[in-house]
């Protein structure tokens, strides 16, 4: 099983409302990462967990709030968002290095997540 | 930081042509380099990669070749199709020697047409 999975795939909410993303996978990946895509733009990083430690933060505002309550679980709770904030929000996982040797590997994406701040 | 040019942002081309994506990177530590097609609306989908101990990859109509010295790296595709449409980002990464985990620095992707 090589997918991510991400729910839902739509999300409408208003400025004052508290919603939370999932996303999903079961190929063993001990590396999962949130991104945040905006039209016609590269996925911008936001968080990255490993081994279900948040190892990057990249200055992301606190309305936006990760956790990663198993190795298979990674959610992204929402709270006072802004229109601005209205993009695509990817999941993808990968596996992690080990020891000395510095080889990378590859990160699988989920579908995304389309959401709408109203 | 890592930072990754790509070049063209836009690309027409006939069909049965062949089209080439450029993309340097800044960081000599970045060492996995991954290309990316993105259909409208749907998730990026690895395409092709190369590691930095490889010149060159090929896989079917798709090629990537890498210059460490001058640090870029470049997708070819040969006899284009209608269904290659779509937005190709390159990406450069690096382990973080700590957690284990990968940062992905992308380019700012080529819109990539084929015409019929």
């Known amino acids: 099983d090589t997918e991510v999975t991400q729910t839902p795939k739509h999300l409408v909410m208003g400025m004052t409302n508290k919603k939370s993303l999932k996303c999903e996978q079961h190929?063993?990946?001990?590396?999962m990462y949130w991104y945040k895509q905006k039209a016609k733009k590269p996925p911008e990083l936001m968080f990255v967990?490993?081994?279900?430690?948040?190892?990057i933060n990249e200055s992301v505002p606190s309305r936006f709030s990760p956790e990663c309550p198993n190795s298979s679980l990674l959610n992204l709770h929402l709270h006072a968002l802004q229109p601005e904030d209205s993009a695509l929000y990817l999941c993808?996982?990968?596996?992690?290095?080990?020891?000395?040797?510095?080889?990378?590997?590859?990160?699988?994406f989920g579908p995304g997540t389309r959401l709408t701040v109203t | 930081g890592e930072n990754v040019e790509q070049h063209p942002s836009t690309l027409s081309v006939q069909e049965g042509d062949s089209a080439v994506i450029k993309c340097t990177y800044s960081?000599?530590?970045?060492?996995?380099f991954p290309w990316y097609k993105q259909e409208l609306g749907k998730r990026p989908q690895l395409i092709i990669d190369?590691?930095?101990?490889?010149g060159e990859k090929k896989d079917q109509r798709i090629a990537v070749t890498l210059n460490k010295t001058a640090k870029h790296f470049s997708l070819h595709i040969t006899e284009t199709q209608p269904e290659d449409s779509a937005v190709y980002f390159c990406a450069a990464s690096k382990r973080d020697s700590g957690a284990g985990s990968y940062q992905l620095t992308f380019g700012k992707g080529t819109k990539l047409s084929v015409i019929p």
């Open positions: 190369i590691r930095s101990n490889v």
């Open positions: 967990y490993s081994y279900e430690k948040l190892s």
């Open positions: 190929m063993g990946h001990r590396a």
């Open positions: 993808a996982s990968s596996q992690v290095g080990r020891g000395i040797v510095l080889r990378s590997y590859e990160q699988y």
């Open positions: 960081d000599s530590a970045s060492n996995y």
